[in-house]
C-alpha cells in the first residue's frame, strides 16, 4: 500500500502547511487548519485521456495579433437575464462557479438552462439529487430538451468516462461540494477535494473547449464554501441570491473575464420554475390609491440597468428607553449615518425615535444613491406628511448634507420618465454636461438636504 500523505489546510483561504498552525499566516485567521489526507498517484490520467496530445507540447509565445479571436464566439442563450450577467452567452472552455444558499434555486435555474439550450447537447450531473428528483423538476419546469442527460454520480474519474462517451457541448455540476477525486482521500467538501476536482474541471473545460458551470455551496458568513482559490481559478463568479421568503431572485457577477462585473439579472420564482422579470420597475412599485407617509421611491441603477424602486420608513416614538434601528435591504449603518445628518443639520430629533426601513420586494441596495429616497422617506413618515406618488428621488447624501451626485444620471431620468413619474430629485452638481430641456419630466435640483424639504413641502 503506497504510504499514506497528509496536509494541513486552512479550512477559509486554502493555503497549505505540512504542520498544524494556530494562526494562518496567508489570511490571518486562527483555528482554521485541518488535517486532510493526500494521496497522489499518476494523478490526472483520466483528464489526461480527454484531451488532445498537442497540449503535451512545449508552448511558444505568440504575438497577440496572431492569436485568433474566432474561438471567442459565444453559444446563445434563450434566458436573457442569465445572458446579460454573462455578458453576453456562454463562451467555449470558459468555467462558472454559481454560488447561492440553499433553496434560492441554482438547481432550478441550471435545469432550466439545460433544458432551454436545444440544439446543443448537456450533460447535467448530480451529486445531490437521484435521476428522478430532477426528472420530476423537469415536469415542474415544464420544458423538454432530448438532447438533455442527467448523471446522478459524485467520483469525477466516473464522470470523465461519461463524458468521454457522450461529447457533451456543456457540462453543469451540481455540486463542486459533493464531487470527490479518487486521487485524494479527503472526504467530499474539503479544501483539498474541492480544489482538485475543479482544478480537474478547468483543464477539461480549458483543453475540450466545453464550458462547465459549477454549483456552490454558501457558508454562514455567506461566502462561497470551500478555498478562496476556487474563485480565482474560474473564470466567472456569479451570485443567487434574494429573501427566500420573497420570489424574487437577484442574479449578480462578483468576477469576469469575459464582461462586466456588476451585471444584474432578476427572476422571479413560481410554480413552474424561475421566470424573467424583464421590467423591474413594474412589479418593484406598489400602485396605491392615495399617497401613504413613510413611502418614496427612488431612482437607483444596478449594473448598468436603471430600475426604480420604492423604500419604506416608518418612524414612531421608541416604546422602550433606548430607540431600535432596524433596516431591511438598506446597510444599517448607513442608516444610523443619514439620521445622525438629519439631526445635526436639520434639528429634527430623530435619537428618540424607533426607525424601521425597508426596501420593497426583499432586494438588497448598495447604491448610494437611494440616500435621498431614503431621508425623504424617513422625514415623511416622522412629520406624517405623504409625498405625492409622482415624484422620486435620486442623490446620495454627505456628511455636511449636501446632495452629492450620483452615476448615470440621464439613464435614471429616462427610466423614471419611462415609468411615467412627473418630477424627480436630483443632485445640482449633476447638472453639469446633461441637457435637462431633453427630458419631458421635471428635474429639480438640489445641492443642500435642507432645499429638499422646502421644495417638497413647501
Ligand atoms: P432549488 O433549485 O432546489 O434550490 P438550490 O439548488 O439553490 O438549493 O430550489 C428550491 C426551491 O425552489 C424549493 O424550495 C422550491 C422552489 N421551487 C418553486 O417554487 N417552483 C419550482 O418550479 C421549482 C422547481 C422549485
Ligand atoms: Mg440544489
Known amino acids: 500500500m503506497a504510504k499514506v500523505k497528509t496536509t494541513f489546510f486552512c479550512q477559509n483561504c486554502g493555503a497549505q502547511s505540512p504542520k498544524w498552525i494556530g494562526r494562518c499566516p496567508s489570511c490571518d485567521q486562527w483555528n482554521t487548519y485541518v488535517e486532510e489526507i493526500l494521496h497522489k498517484e499518476n494523478k490526472n490520467d483520466k483528464v489526461q485521456g480527454l484531451i488532445s496530445t498537442s497540449t503535451q507540447r512545449a508552448k511558444k509565445p505568440m504575438a497577440i495579433q496572431d492569436i485568433g479571436i474566432a474561438e471567442e464566439s459565444r453559444i446563445p442563450i434563450a434566458d436573457k437575464e442569465l445572458a446579460r450577467v454573462l455578458g453576453g452567452g456562454i463562451v467555449p472552455g470558459s468555467l462558472v462557479l454559481f454560488g447561492g444558499e440553499p433553496g434560492i434555486g441554482k438547481s432550478t435555474l441550471m435545469l432550466q438552462l439545460a433544458l432551454t439550450l436545444k440544439n446543443l447537447k448537456v450533460l447535467y450531473v448530480s451529486g445531490e439529487e437521484s435521476e428522478l428528483q430532477i426528472r420530476m423538476r423537469a415536469e415542474r419546469i415544464n420544458t423538454q430538451n432530448p438532447q438533455c442527460f442527467i448523471l446522478s454520480e459524485t467520483n469525477t474519474q466516473n464522470i470523465f468516462t461519461q463524458i468521454e462517451a457522450l461529447e457533451p457541448d456543456l457540462v453543469i455540476i451540481d455540486s463542486i461540494q459533493t464531487l470527490h477525486t479518487s486521487y485524494i482521500e479527503s472526504s467530499p467538501g474539503s479544501v483539498s477535494q474541492v480544489r482538485e476536482c475543479a482544478g480537474e474541471l478547468m483543464k477539461f473545460a480549458k483543453e475540450s473547449a466545453t464550458p462547465v458551470f459549477l454549483i456552490g455551496h454558501i457558508t454562514k ?238
Open 221 to 458: 458568513e455567506g461566502s462561497l464554501a470551500g478555498p478562496k482559490v476556487l474563485e480565482h481559478m474560474v473564470d466567472t463568479v456569479l451570485q443567487f441570491e434574494g429573501d427566500r421568503n420573497y420570489v424574487y431572485r437577484l442574479l449578480r457577477t462578483t468576477k469576469n473575464r469575459f464582461g462586466s462585473t456588476n451585471e444584474l439579472g432578476i427572476y422571479e420564482m413560481h410554480g413552474a420554475g424561475l421566470r424573467e422579470v424583464n421590467n423591474p420597475s413594474e412589479i418593484l412599485i406598489t400602485h396605491r390609491e392615495q399617497p401613504t407617509s413613510g413611502v418614496t421611491i427612488a431612482a437607483t441603477i444596478e449594473g448598468m440597468r436603471p430600475m426604480l424602486i420604492e423604500t419604506q420608513a416608518l418612524v414612531s416614538s421608541a416604546a422602550y428607553g433606548t430607540p431600535q434601528r432596524s433596516s431591511t435591504g438598506f446597510d444599517l449603518r448607513r442608516l444610523g449615518m443619514l439620521l445622525a445628518v438629519l439631526e445635526k443639520r436639520c434639528g429634527f430629533r430623530l435619537g428618540v425615535k424607533d426607525v424601521f426601513l425597508n426596501i420593497a420586494g426583499g432586494i438588497k441596495i448598495e447604491d448610494p444613491g437611494v440616500d435621498l429616497a431614503l431621508v425623504c422617506a424617513i422625514l415623511s413618515s416622522s412629520e406624517d406628511m405623504p409625498i405625492p406618488q409622482n415624484i422620486c428621488f435620486t442623490g446620495e447624501v454627505g456628511l455636511t448634507g449636501e446632495i452629492r451626485p450620483v452615476n448615470r444620471v440621464e439613464q435614471r431620468i429616462s427610466e423614471a420618465e419611462k415609468m411615467g413619474f412627473e418630477k424627480i430629485f436630483i443632485s445640482s452638481y449633476n447638472k453639469k454636461g446633461i441637457d435637462l430641456t431633453a427630458f419631458k419630466i421635471e428635474v429639480i435640483t438640489v445641492s443642500k438636504i435642507e432645499e429638499v424639504f422646502g421644495k417638497l413641502f413647501g
